[in-house]
């Protein structure tokens, strides 16, 4: 059973930082692609950044400002956000991609709120 679980998830006032994790369980997290998203009220959920075998990918709008990093060993993935916005304010997701037999599949945390506000 795979199972991930997001955390690190607030009230944090614009410029600010957070620092959200995920934690999973249940699979070989090491061969897997992980991935966080966002949905905001009303928009579709986006890809905010990505990371597998070391490389990054990252969404125009949070370039330069988070950072995804990965602990193979704890089977953790993070997402460092600093210079928040207002319009950083969503849900934020934690998926998770494997690939077994040839078949894709996907996994989804229930999701951390992140409001920027002051």
């Known amino acids: 059973q795979v199972q991930l679980v997001e955390s690190g998830g607030g009230l944090v006032q614009p410029g600010g930082s957070l620092r959200l994790s995920c934690a999973a369980s249940g699979i070989i997290f090491s061969r897997s692609n992980m991935g966080w998203y966002r949905q905001a009220p009303g928009k579709e959920r986006e890809l905010v950044a990505s990371?597998?075998?070391?490389?990054?990918n990252y969404g125009d709008t949070v370039k330069g400002r988070f950072t995804i990093s990965r602990d193979n060993a704890n089977n953790m993935v993070y997402l460092q956000m600093n210079s928040l916005k207002p319009e950083d304010t969503a849900v934020y997701y934690c998926?998770?991609?494997?690939?077994?037999?040839?078949?894709?599949?996907?996994?989804w945390g229930q999701g951390t709120q992140v409001t920027v506000s002051s």
């Open positions: 998926k998770m991609e494997t690939v077994r037999t040839g078949t894709i599949y996907n996994y």
């Open positions: 990371i597998q075998s070391g490389i990054t």
